[in-house]
Nanobody, 126 residues
Framework: QEQLVESGGGLVQAGGSLRLSCAASGRTFSRYVMAWFRQAPGKEREFVAAISQSGTITDYADSVKGRFTISRDNPKNALFLQMVSLKPEDTAVYYC???????????????????WGQGTQVTVSS
């Protein structure tokens, strides 16, 4: 069982930046494909970004490409999401997720991820 804990959310003005972190508890973090998803009020949870086990391959939703950067530190069991040029439409609860049986082609599918954090709120004011 993997436990994930997000941090780093908050209130920021449009154009500002935030860095989200996700701490993993287990010893097999480096085996997982990791991802960030988000859920805005009244909307379905959506894919934001994913990163391969080694960190060499990344994927982004079109809505965040060029503004968000996903990264990981395997020795420290940590996942990050650097967000710049934030927009009001980025307002959501952000979740990190781990896929213990990773198939890269399914990286954008919510159902691929068995482990989820509790989420961290990001609010971008206009």
């Amino acid at each position: 069982q993997e436990q994930l804990v997000e941090s780093g959310g908050g209130l920021v003005q449009a154009g500002g930046s935030l860095r989200l972190s996700c701490a993993a508890s287990g010893r097999t973090f480096s085996r997982y494909v990791m991802a960030w998803f988000r859920q805005a009020p009244g909307k379905e949870r959506e894919f934001v970004a994913a990163i391969s086990q080694s960190g060499t391959i990344t994927d982004y939703a079109d809505s965040v490409k060029g503004r968000f950067t996903i990264s990981r530190d395997n020795p420290k069991n940590a996942l990050f999401l650097q967000m710049v040029s934030l927009k009001p439409e980025d307002t959501a609860v952000y979740y990190c997720a781990a896929d213990p049986t990773p198939v890269w082609s399914r990286r954008r599918s919510i159902g691929s991820y068995d482990y989820w954090g509790q989420g961290t709120q990001v609010t971008v004011s206009s």
